[in-house]
């Protein structure tokens, strides 16, 4: 039997199978019923908030918001990311998992060979999916924590939805912590009372008007700035631009401490240091040697609000292994120069200096470490709580330092279940096996299932996972190690992911069901993350594509299949949620700020709470420890800390320290096999991998339709390559091709691709259906190919992407044929039933 005559007896039997009419997502909406409308609607998305014009169903044009005076250039977008052609257009089955379910054959997935089916088929199958795991296995098989970004909106929460839903069915594993700040958000609650990551800092008025100096350590606030958590205001731009203008007057010294020229250093025209990769941690002792050595630190500060100075100064000065931490010491570690280590000990102290951190530092080994050290440096100056002084851990992150309206956000739709409510199956019974675990180490579980780790002072057993769930999440995007995730995925009986797009994630899936865009679909959002400047209406612009439903109707269906539709609403619409959601934010409000009518909000689409007062971090510790203590287990900043000290791991001591790492450049560990370290930090033109699908913007910076990869010029003339030349880049985990941008911000031994490129394997042959493989080429460019899946410690377990050692070389094609395999990453299914 030929494969076609195959497939037709397929259609044939009772597997809900639907014939497929293949259309462009233009041609598509006539028959989507999509209305005509020419007036402005106004929306918001992570991008910023803008106006759209529709014409005969169709968005026409994209302008910004009127308040938005700092548009990101990814607005020119928008467009692409609701007509693109990786937009999952029915609910498919893969092929295998369809004839034999839970029985299939798990190395085909990958090899995109999917059958298109209706919703209740599918839905059918999702559930009949969790009634085998839960009989089977109980709630740890069943995986559903997941992690990652989010589409703008409170009601149409893709988490929020896919958790309540499964919860009605039965427990699941979760997670904790997050890939963005996991090593930090676990560190410095030890250290200073929270995780800081996300908490408002200083405001920029009062940074702009206090400091005499700013220290950017691995921050490039002015490229990660475009985008926010909810809808992103730009504001801190207007600040941005001060800066620039005191930098300009000598009012401010700026200095940015990177191994490579940021986007930030360019724009305001400031001083960089080169350090060596991950070797800041090194960097920083130099400087607290130098202060203590020259009585630089202030004792008084160390005295009054801090702990353990006392315990750390022996480590510092070589009591404790025989090795001071001298700049000299530092200098051989970091390349910094001893001088500059010097003079960076007497700047900070001399003025006003406010530190601000980026996230890239703390997602390595012992990433940990330069969180905590350089929380030990800022105690010493002693600036904390002083307007324009201390430490911030997130100034380059959704406008964190714009002032505040202090209105009251609206909430969200219910993630967990009502009180009384109990789940279809109802047991808690996770055989002996954690029902949370680290963010980062489900594909570890996975691997190596009843396998007992150390994580933030408790044991964790790893459950034996053996069905997923991801909605609106793409973990073959923000996890480690591709093939080591192919290994996992192999050991999977079930794989259910809710999309907008034919993700990597959907492509090793079992079950895809297609979610519309934010545009696509109504609902409401706070204008600015932390500014949190207003509310917006989310206007639907057009009707969703093909057969894709908004979140809240694909689990309400769900529910509906479960016998609990009821339940899961509330017996409430899209509307009725809508003002609902309005209502309780009105009367929260209510005496502080004046909000209309939820009929009036929605036809203005925005109301606005005005603007902020500024405010200082940590300024009430400071002003009172006593009254007003940190969250620590002594009210006060732990530079040296009893509770980390008593779980007494080796690679995260009772006190910041250099720890070498198991892969490092410029001479260490690794670097004679593969030489160039690979820095994969945040991109520039999207969010994550959010944008890489819209095909004419993506086009705006591919080379040969690949990922840019940035090499330095010394070793790409090494290496023979030249610009806009296919590159092939590998280690011992994996091999991907990215396109040449030689460019001297980039220092030897140094390369950046930025993370969020979408993966796309192809076989030896250079065909996408040979994906399914173990050491596949990624075809595009995502960085996630080559970096180590491993903890960053015992305490955090968090990812350590940026330990990765590389090497490349010039392409030489298929076979050393010279002929490019085609990019696998956005079309999804290569084979639909007709």
């Not at 902020?612 to 940190?630: C, M, Q, V, Y």
């Amino acid at each position: 039997m030929n494969r076609r005559d195959f497939l037709k007896g397929l259609a044939s039997a009772s597997y809900g199978i639907v014939g497929v009419s293949i259309l462009s997502p233009l041609s598509a909406l006539a028959a989507m019923g999509a209305k005509s409308n020419d007036e402005w609607l106004t929306t918001g998305s992570h991008f910023g908030a803008f106006k759209i014009k529709r014409k005969n169903g169709v968005i026409s044009e994209v302008k910004p918001f009127d308040r938005d005076q700092y548009p990101s250039d990814m607005i020119n977008g928008i467009k692409g990311l609701v007509y693109n052609p990786s937009r999952i257009r029915y609910p498919m089955v893969r092929l295998d998992f369809l004839l034999k379910g839970h029985k299939s054959d798990t190395t085909q997935r990958g090899d995109l060979r999917f059958v298109r089916v209706t919703w209740d088929k599918a839905l059918t199958l999702f559930k009949e999916s969790l009634d085998e795991i839960q009989t089977n296995y109980g709630p740890s098989g069943l995986h559903a924590g997941q992690t990652g970004w989010r589409a703008t909106g409170q009601l149409h929460s893709s988490t929020s939805h896919m958790q309540r839903a499964v919860g009605m069915h039965g427990n699941f594993v979760k997670k904790v912590g997050d890939y963005s700040t996991g090593a930090g958000q676990t560190i410095l609650p030890y250290i200073l009372g929270s995780t800081e990551v996300y908490a408002q800092g200083t405001s920029w008025p009062l940074i702009l008007e206090n400091s005499k100096t700013i220290v950017l350590w691995s921050n490039d606030p002015y490229k990660n700035l475009q985008v926010g958590w909810n809808a992103e205001t730009h504001e801190a731009y207007h600040y941005l631009a001060e800066l620039k203008e005191k930098v300009k007057r000598g009012e401010i010294r700026v200095i940015s401490i990177d191994p490579v020229v940021t986007k930030t250093q360019e724009y305001l025209g400031c001083e960089q240091i080169y350090v060596n990769p991950q070797t800041d941690v090194a960097l920083m002792l130099g400087i607290a040697y130098e202060m203590v050595n020259e009585n630089l630190h202030d004792k008084k500060f160390i005295d009054g609000y801090s702990l353990g100075f006392e315990q750390f100064l022996p480590y510092l000065l070589g009591a404790n292994d025989g090795i001071k931490k001298t700049p000299e010491w530092a200098s051989k570690i970091s390349g910094v120069p001893v001088a500059t280590i010097r003079e960076l000990a007497k700047v900070m102290t001399a003025g006003r200096t406010q530190m601000l951190m980026g996230w890239c530092i703390q997602r390595q080994q012992h990433g940990e470490q330069p969180y905590w050290m350089a929380a030990v440096l800022a105690t010493m100056v002693g600036q904390i709580g002083l307007p324009g002084g201390g430490i911030s851990y997130g100034h380059h992150y959704s406008s964190i330092g714009v002032p505040s309206s202090g209105a009251a956000a609206p909430g969200a739709f219910p993630r967990n279940l009502d009180e009384g409510q109990n789940p279809v199956f109802d047991s808690k019974d996770f055989k002996g096996a954690s029902s949370t675990i680290p963010v980062a180490r489900w594909i570890d579980a996975i691997l190596e299932p009843g396998k007992t780790i150390d994580a933030n002072g408790s044991k964790v057993t790893y459950p034996n996972i053996k069905m997923m769930i991801f909605s609106g999440n793409n973990p073959w995007n923000h996890h480690q190690d591709r093939n080591r995730m192919k290994e996992a995925f192999q050991k999977l009986e079930a794989v259910v992911t809710v999309d907008i797009n034919w993700t990597a994630t959907c492509r090793f899936s079992d079950i895809v069901l297609p979610a519309c865009t934010t545009f696509e679909r109504n609902d409401i959002d706070v204008y600015g993350s932390y500014a949190n400047r207003g509310l917006l209406a989310m206007q639907k612009m057009v009707e969703p594509l093909y057969e894709s439903l908004s979140d809240f109707e694909i689990f309400t269906r769900f529910a509906r299949v479960m016998g609990k539709e009821k339940e899961y609403t509330r017996g409430m619409n899209e509307q009725d949620w809508l003002k609902k959601l309005y209502d309780d934010c009105k009367s929260a409000n209510d005496g502080k700020f004046k909000m209309p009518e939820f009929e009036t909000f929605w036809q203005q689409g925005y109301v606005h709470f005005g603007e902020g007062k500024s405010w200082t971090r940590h300024s009430a510790f400071r002003e009172d420890p006593e009254i007003n203590p940190l969250g620590t287990p002594s009210g006060l900043i732990e530079i040296f800390s009893r509770k980390i000290d008593q779980y007494n791991y080796d690679d995260c001591l009772g006190h910041p320290a250099w720890l070498e790492k198991s892969e490092r450049s410029h001479g260490g560990p690794g670097s004679d096999k593969h030489p160039i370290w690979m820095q994969s930090c945040h991109p520039d033109k999207r969010l994550h991998s959010q944008m890489c699908e819209s095909k004419t913007f993506r086009e705006t910076y591919t080379v040969k339709g690949r990922e840019p990869v940035y090499l330095n010029p010394v070793d790409a003339k090494q290496r023979g390559i030249t610009e806009g030349d296919v590159v092939r880049v590998f280690n011992d985990r994996g091999q991907l091709l990215a396109g040449a941008v030689i460019s001297k911000k980039f220092p030897e031994g140094v390369i950046r691709i930025h993370e969020g490129a979408w993966y796309g394997p192809v076989g030896s042959d250079g065909k996408k259906e040979g994906g399914a493989e173990v050491g596949a080429l990624c075809s595009y460019g995502d960085p996630n190919t080559l970096t180590q899946d491993i903890g960053s410690s015992k305490l955090a377990q968090a990812c350590s992407a940026y330990t990765c050692l590389v090497d490349y070389e010039k392409y030489k094609g298929l076979n050393s044929t010279g002929k490019l395999p085609d990019v696998s990453s956005f079309n999804g299914p290569g084979e639909v039933l007709l």
